[in-house]
């Protein structure tokens, strides 16, 4: 395994994103639709937060009482905004940075995904999914 790998390596490049705009109904439906964890919120190209998986699941503790669950989510949904759950002091890498440092610094944080930042644009998304997979890669190479 070279040490110096860039991120663009193993980085997602092809996003799925929200705006501040949108709802968390629309969030859920592409966390489930693309089998995500990890949605960056952005204005344009700019990176203004991250909402993941477990901030709905933080929200949305009334869904294990009704057995309508659909039109719980949606009640619970309506009472916050995007910008009420997401993460706004994102951390981000540039596709430069190495695997290695990415590894070693979410190896010590607590989340599980960095936005690809380059020039102040959002291009890639990394988690640690993609750091487990590149790993096994490596063994198996």
Do not use: W
């Not at 607590?110 to 096994?136: R, S, W």
Request: hydrophobic share 40%; aromatic share 6%.
């Amino acid at each position: 395994m070279k040490n110096s790998v860039p991120i663009s390596k193993i980085m997602t490049r092809k996003l799925v994103t929200l705006s501040t705009k949108d709802d968390l109904v629309t969030a859920e439906r592409l966390f489930k639709k693309h089998r995500i964890r990890h949605i960056p919120v952005v204005e344009g190209n700019t990176i203004k937060g991250m909402l993941s998986y477990t901030d709905l699941l933080r929200i949305s503790f009334a869904d294990a009482v009704d057995e309508h669950e659909e039109y719980v989510d949606t009640i619970v949904y309506n009472m916050f905004t995007i910008p009420q759950v997401m993460v706004s002091d994102v951390v981000t890498v540039s596709s430069t940075t190495s695997i290695k440092d990415v590894a070693r610094f979410l190896s010590k944080k607590e989340f599980h995904a960095l936005p690809v930042v380059d020039n102040g644009k959002i291009v890639g998304i990394v988690t640690t999914t993609d750091l487990i997979n590149y790993l096994l890669e490596c063994i198996e190479a």
